[in-house]
């Protein structure tokens, strides 16, 4: 079992950075691969990076590359994601989540949730 516990949202002017923390319980938090996701008001919860268990790999939305970077510290328990370039576009709930299978992109393979942080972008 893997609880997690985002946290780092929050109001940023368009182009700021914001620095998403995604806290795990539980001792077995270094075998799963790790994603983010956001979910828009009135739209599907999507994809927008995963990182490798040993962070060999690491994979980005479209949306997200070149702007974002996901990362982990197994030590901590905790995986990131830091948000540059912000655009109103961006403004969503974030959610980590875990899972077992590296470079998933899918929501319904991810076996653990958290609760959410807000993000919203101003213009």
């Known amino acids: 079992q893997v609880q997690l516990v985002e946290s780092g949202g929050g109001l940023v002017q368009a182009g700021g950075s914001l620095r998403l923390s995604c806290a795990a319980s539980?001792?077995?938090?270094?075998?799963?691969?790790m994603g983010w996701f956001r979910q828009a008001p009135g739209k599907e919860r999507e994809f927008v990076a995963s990182?490798?268990?040993?962070?060999?790999?690491?994979y980005y939305a479209d949306s997200a590359k070149g702007r974002f970077t996901i990362s982990r510290d197994n030590a901590k328990n905790t995986v990131y994601l830091q948000m540059n370039s912000l655009e109103s576009e961006d403004t969503a709930v974030y959610y980590c989540?875990?899972?077992?299978?590296?470079?998933?992109?899918?929501?319904?393979?991810?076996?653990?949730w958290g609760q959410g942080t807000q993000v919203t972008v101003s213009s």
């Open positions: 990182i490798s268990w040993n962070d060999d790999s690491r």
């Open positions: 989540a875990a899972t077992k299978y590296t470079g998933s992109i899918r929501v319904f393979e991810y076996d653990y």
């Open positions: 539980g001792r077995t938090f270094s075998r799963y691969a």
